[in-house]
């Protein structure tokens, strides 16, 4: 068990969660203190000793079935006998009755015979998930099992629940008998799908170790995917920083405007005169006042970085609320200012449609083209620039070969406040190809790579030092 749990700890350590030596012993501790056969309390002490955030539990919970994985299902099992179509049958009762007392042997089952495992392969299991899927027809389970009732009248959760509601004579207990059927059924496909990965993942460590596994699955915070190309549960978890950060964003580029200079109090001045009778005469000023600054965001909505867009969007919305003054500039080859956009879709408690922006965005072909950007930016927009102005540029920098007219983007930077870059590509690939960016880092405060929410958080994190 000790052995299991470093090996734990360092799977731990290489997807982003630190674990002190520490929290290592107050892991073993726990673990020599419940009892490891309920394999749910085990996971329960584990995460009160290593666990430190709410955004590292499904990392947590994937590496930890992976080392609690067991050993997969054997040939002789006590389905082994049943024929494909027997098989079926027992899928489809045990999913009618909404129990899943079958759920694990009938998804190790399907996975011996359907998953068409091939050992030493370096795979993460999808297709075999999707093999098992089609052979036992999930898609349309749940209508085939709704059409034929519901366990023959063993009936689960579900057929009871709406039996007592039958029974209570309840206005539009028919509709509601349907749903409260429906969610039951979908739950015991859901459980199924799980017992079907866990059963994959049972027989892919067995094949190749926990270790290479967890590598092959590439584990890692939601804080460190990359938002492009980021999976749904990924960008679910994305999505719930966009309010915190976007708080602090707002904070920390408020102060980043410059402050005006304190002035001489005439009143206070002779005041304190009175008290000395003039002499010595000594000035005072008043408290120079906060600014209001104007946060202006120019932000690329092209092909390129699309998926990086529409979280740059939302975190816009987001920021829309807690700016009295914020202006937002959407570009591909044509410039389109949509903070009306922002603000009414704010208003209506909705997302932003990327594609409409990406419409507006558009003056020819559709490719990107800076250098237009910036010359009819500095033409329209720059005079309206003060030094209370913090423009914030998001975009990868690639002109297609394009003029990047970086004179244009030099008088944007010498009119604003400050100017800061952030550039969702590798910085490995910065003035790589098309890519500029290196012509308009001069006339920029700072240029940083935010590829992940970790990366944007460090950014806003070096601007509270500036």
């Not at 995917?225 to 920083?241: K, Q, V």
């Not at 707002?250 to 009143?267: G, N, P, T």
Request: aromatic fraction near 6%; charged fraction near 25%.
């Amino acid at each position: 068990m000790q052995g299991m749990l470093a090996g734990l700890v360092d799977e731990l350590r290489a997807a982003g969660i630190g674990v002190s030596v520490g929290e290592h012993l107050d892991a073993a501790r726990a673990v020599s203190q419940v009892p490891l056969r309920d394999k749910e309390v085990l996971r329960a002490a584990l995460q009160c000793a290593l666990v430190k955030n709410a955004d590292q539990l499904t990392a947590f919970n994937l590496i930890f079935d992976l080392y609690t994985s067991g050993a997969p299902a054997s040939a002789g099992g006590p389905l082994s006998g049943l024929s494909d179509d027997e098989l079926r049958a027992a899928l489809r009762a045990a999913i009618g009755s909404g129990r899943g007392q079958l759920d694990s042997l009938l998804a190790a089952e399907y996975v011996r015979r359907f998953a068409g495992f091939e050992p030493g392969r370096p795979v993460a299991g999808v297709m075999y998930a999707r093999a098992v899927a089609e052979a036992a027809g999930l898609d349309g389970l749940a209508a085939d099992v709704l059409a034929g009732g519901l366990g023959g009248g063993g009936g689960g959760g579900g057929a009871d629940a709406a039996a007592s509601l039958a029974a209570g004579g309840l206005p539009g207990q028919a509709a509601l008998r349907d749903r409260i059927a429906r969610a039951e059924v979908d739950r015991a496909i859901a459980r199924f799908r799980a017992e079907v990965q866990a059963a994959i993942q049972r027989m892919l460590v067995a094949d190749r170790g926990a270790r290479a596994v967890r590598a092959t699955l590439r584990v890692r915070l939601a804080a460190d995917a990359d938002i492009a190309t980021a999976s749904a549960a990924e960008l679910a978890e994305l999505a719930a920083a966009i309010g915190p950060l976007s708080q602090q964003l707002s904070r920390v580029l408020s102060r980043q405007a410059a402050y005006r200079k304190r002035r001489l109090s005439i009143r206070a001045t002779l005041r304190r005169a009175m008290g000395s009778g003039g002499v010595p005469f000594r000035l005072v000023t008043e408290p120079a006042r906060p600014p209001k600054p104007e946060i202006v965001v120019l932000c690329d909505v092209s092909g390129s970085v699309s998926a990086f867009s529409r979280f740059t969007l939302d975190l816009l919305i987001a920021l829309d609320s807690r700016l009295s003054r914020l202006r937002v500039f959407s570009f591909i080859d044509g410039l389109a200012e949509i903070t009306g956009l922002v603000q009414q879709t704010r208003a209506d408690g909705r997302r932003l449609d990327v594609r409409q922006v990406a419409r507006e965005s558009v003056r020819f072909s559709g490719s990107s083209d800076y250098g237009w950007v910036m010359r009819e930016f500095a033409a329209q927009y720059a005079s309206q620039l003060t030094r209370r102005s913090v423009v914030l540029v998001i975009g990868d920098a690639r002109t297609n070969y394009l003029d990047p007219s970086a004179a244009a983007f030099a008088e944007i930077g010498h009119r604003a406040g400050r100017v800061y870059w952030l550039n969702p590509e590798p910085r490995r690939s910065w003035n790589d190809g098309d890519s500029v960016i290196g012509q308009y880092a001069p006339f920029c405060a700072q240029v940083q790579e935010c590829r992940t929410l970790r990366q944007i958080a460090e950014f806003i994190q070096d601007l509270t030092t500036v």
